[in-house]
């Protein structure tokens, strides 16, 4: 016999189902009044500092299909690399926006600010990115990955620099289709997979 | 944000398979390749943070809140209560708790639910509250109720909540369902049955709680969360360049 640990077990997760935009969204979901707007409507407010951009994309499951049911959370620090409250962070970044795929189309928008270059633990810079998770019906543990940009230097990247298969490395880079603008599709499996992340 | 130390790495053998061909909408919805599992940096360890000033007086009264007082919805009244804690056994306070559900009679307020249990005028299906210093929640609702869902010809949702939790960190995200004691449709379900180790199960089951219940009132669920847990030692937690 040994001591025991004393370390609790982390709670199971469950699918978000096709109803989460109820619970997270509702006034998107049609069901109007309880709250007086939805959360994480935009992760920045005006005169927020550096460039807005918008990021369009879509969630294809394995058979190409976009979901047109998936929500999804972004978080991100502010032009300068800074998370809220952290000391000189920009207070019209709050880093934290939700949106869903279109009930129609599929497409989902997310306009914020590109964010700044982030430290790691034990020194040297992490490119630009914003942290996506995404639930949905039939997904069983939210999903993470990572938004970096296709023009900045994404060289020393850590995480993507780990990536084994090089060509998967893009999946985590959007591409740029206009002044301020980027795709960035998520495919869910198969062909073209998303790396998803485990942190 | 509060703190920056590394998150433990999740545990994967305690959560559903990805993949469940019982779930056939896991199917092509589960991805195939394993994920890429690194430490814990800045992104995943802080993550928004909501004030108490978010909330209005009815937001964790879903028996109310849709009709903003005038009228309470039908159904058992049941007060759902319980603390988020992270593995490592500490409360986790200030942190956003949000949950949905179907009304009484098994049917969301959603126009993709077809199914033909009458809506309940006076129930919108959504609440939300923030832990207390002590990692505590409560919201008093309704019972929801069972319901049947396309998936194999005859497959029936057992009684649940959806929740969502944010912690500290954006890592730490979780979106769970809390079921009901004793109710037989728990064995039965699919969604359930994503998670393959039995003792995982029994923790979304919630009990019945006689003590926390009010006569001629309201009957109490006690239902706990936990979260990641964060390392915690004095060899690192000293990130450089801040």
Same mark, same amino acid.
């Given at each position: ?7 609790l077990?982390?709670?199971p ?7 989460v935009h ?22 920045i407010?005006?005169?927020?500092? *550096?460039?807005?951009?918008?990021i ?11 979901? %047109?049911?998936?929500?999804?959370e ?15 962070a ?9 949106f ?12 914020t ?13 992490q ?7 995404i639930?949905?019906?039939g ?28 060509p998967r490395?893009?999946t985590?880079?959007? %591409? ?13 499996? *198969? ?9 | 944000?509060?703190e920056?130390?590394?998150?433990m790495p ?28 690194l430490?814990?940096?800045?992104i995943?360890e ?46 986790v ?18 126009v ?5 249990a ?51 960190g ?18 039965l ?6 998670i ?12 019945l709680?006689?003590q926390?219940?009010?006569?001629m ?21 000293k990130?450089?360049?801040?």
């Amino acid at each position: 016999m040994t001591q025991p640990l004393d370390i609790l077990t982390e709670t199971p997760s469950q699918t978000a189902g096709p109803y989460v935009h109820i619970g997270c969204i509702p006034t998107f979901a049609g069901v109007e009044g309880v709250y007086p707007e939805d959360l994480g409507l935009s992760p920045i407010s005006d005169g927020a500092r *550096g460039e807005v951009i918008t990021i369009r994309g879509s969630v294809y499951d394995g058979t190409g299909w976009a979901l %047109r049911d998936a929500m999804m959370e972004s978080w991100q620090p502010d032009a300068a690399g800074l998370f809220p409250g952290q000391d000189g962070a920009d207070p019209k970044v709050s880093g934290f926006c939700r949106f869903a795929a279109d009930k129609d189309s599929g497409e989902f928008t997310l306009r914020t600010v590109k964010p700044g270059p982030v430290p790691l633990r034990h020194g040297g810079l992490q490119a630009p990115h914003i942290a996506l998770w995404i639930v949905a019906r039939g997904i069983n543990i939210g999903l993470s990955t990572r938004i970096y940009f296709e023009d900045e230097d994404n060289s020393g990247d850590m995480l993507l620099n780990r990536i084994e298969q090089r060509p998967r490395a893009d999946t985590l880079i959007a %591409r740029k289709t206009g002044e301020g603008e980027y795709r960035f599709d998520i495919r869910l499996q *198969g062909e073209g997979e998303t790396v998803f992340l485990d942190m | 944000m509060s703190e920056t130390a590394p998150l433990m790495p999740r545990r994967r053998e305690v959560h559903p398979v990805p993949y469940d061909p019982d779930y056939k909408t896991s199917v092509v919805r589960s991805p195939k390749q394993a994920l890429l599992s690194l430490e814990s940096t800045l992104i995943e360890e802080t993550g928004p943070v909501f004030g108490h000033d978010l909330l209005g007086p009815l937001d964790n009264n879903l028996i109310y809140n849709f009709t903003q007082g005038a009228a309470p919805a039908v159904g058992e009244r049941i007060r759902v209560h319980g603390r988020v804690l992270d593995e490592t056994g500490r409360a986790v306070p200030n942190t956003l708790v949000e949950v949905w559900q179907a009304n009484a009679g098994g049917r969301y307020r959603h126009v993709k639910d077809t199914y033909f249990a009458p809506l309940d005028p006076n129930f919108g299906g959504c609440g939300r509250t923030i832990t207390d210093e002590n990692g505590y929640y409560e919201f008093m609702t309704i019972r929801p109720g069972a319901y049947p869902w396309p998936n194999r010809a005859n497959d029936w949702r057992p009684m649940h909540i959806h929740f969502s939790i944010f912690g500290s960190g954006f890592g730490q995200r979780l979106i769970s369902q809390m079921y009901f004691q004793g109710d037989p449709l728990i064995d039965l379900c699919p969604i359930v049955n994503t998670i393959k180790d039995r003792g995982q199960i029994d923790r979304l089951v919630a009990p019945l709680d006689m003590q926390n219940s009010r006569g001629m009132d309201y009957i109490a669920y006690k239902f706990d969360i936990v979260l990641r847990g964060r390392r915690q030692t004095m060899f690192e937690n000293k990130p450089e360049g801040m």
